[in-house]
């Protein structure tokens, strides 16, 4: 059984930094991608940055909104993947999920809580 857990969501300034890390139950190597959506209070699910883990150089691409800011890495000691998330705005407050595909199927985290207020 896959099972991805995210943490490291929380209470942040505007302007603030915080890193999401999502545990990976096996080899992160394993997965064909992997990547962190994020959906807020009434509104749909959308992709935040997602990293092709097929090659040790391992893409990335991100949403517009996060470009500059949001940074998606790994550790594939720790089977972990990390978003580094910086100059938080409040319109990055979300339920930041991270989600895997295994052999063609998606599997998802149960989320973390992101919330950017002063």
């Known amino acids: 059984q896959v099972q991805l857990v995210e943490s490291g969501g929380g209470l942040v300034q505007p302007g603030g930094s915080l890193r999401l890390s999502c545990a990976a139950s096996?080899?992160?190597?394993?997965?064909?991608?992997m990547g962190w959506y994020r959906q807020a209070h009434g509104k749909e699910r959308e992709l935040v940055a997602t990293l092709t883990l097929l090659t040790s150089a391992g893409s990335t691409n991100y949403a517009d909104s996060v470009k500059g800011r949001f940074t998606i890495s790994r550790d594939n000691a720790k089977n972990t993947v990390y978003l580094q998330m910086n100059s938080l705005e409040p319109e990055d407050t979300a339920t930041y999920y991270c989600n895997g595909v295994l052999y063609g199927l998606d599997y998802w985290g149960k989320g973390t809580l992101v919330t950017v207020s002063s």
């Open positions: 096996r080899m992160i190597r394993s997965f064909s991608t």
